[in-house]
């Protein structure tokens, strides 16, 4: 089912989000780890579905029907999306903006530990 909201106040977006089942995207999948949408999609457990379908490798080791689909992949097997859902979360926990600026400050003041 799709669900048309129109435009909604950023304080509503997160719960359409928590709710639904898929998000669709269309970036380069060689930079998908940069992308804010894609970002969004896996910090809220959506199974990214792309609208290209000549997928190759990025370089954020995202791999396709494991942190993303493709249209034809989600046509042969929509039940998939869980667990799409669930490695691109556990992949964005790693990743998200906090962690990262982590890692920079502890190569910054010369500590390796928390890389």
Same mark, same amino acid.
């Given at each position: 089912?799709? &669900?048309?909201?129109g435009?909604?106040?950023?304080s509503e ?5 928590r ?12 930079f998908l780890?940069?992308?804010g949408i894609?970002? +969004?999609?896996?910090s ?6 792309t609208?290209d379908?000549?997928?190759?490798t990025n ?6 029907n494991?942190h993303f ?12 999306a869980?667990?799409?859902g &669930?490695?691109?979360? +556990? ?5 998200r ?7 920079y400050?502890s190569?910054l003041l ?6």
């Open positions: 089912r799709v &669900e048309w909201h435009p909604l106040p950023a977006v997160g719960e359409v989000m709710n639904a089942r898929f998000g669709f995207f269309t970036y380069p999948i060689p780890g940069k992308s894609f970002a +969004a999609y896996a809220h457990g959506l199974a990214p579905v609208t379908e000549n997928v190759g370089e954020d080791q995202l791999h396709v494991s689909l493709t249209c034809g992949a989600l046509a042969g097997d929509a039940d998939k869980s667990d799409v &669930e490695k691109v979360h +556990a992949w964005y926990a790693e990743h903006l906090a962690v990262q600026a982590q890692k400050m190569m010369g500590n390796d530990s928390l890389s």
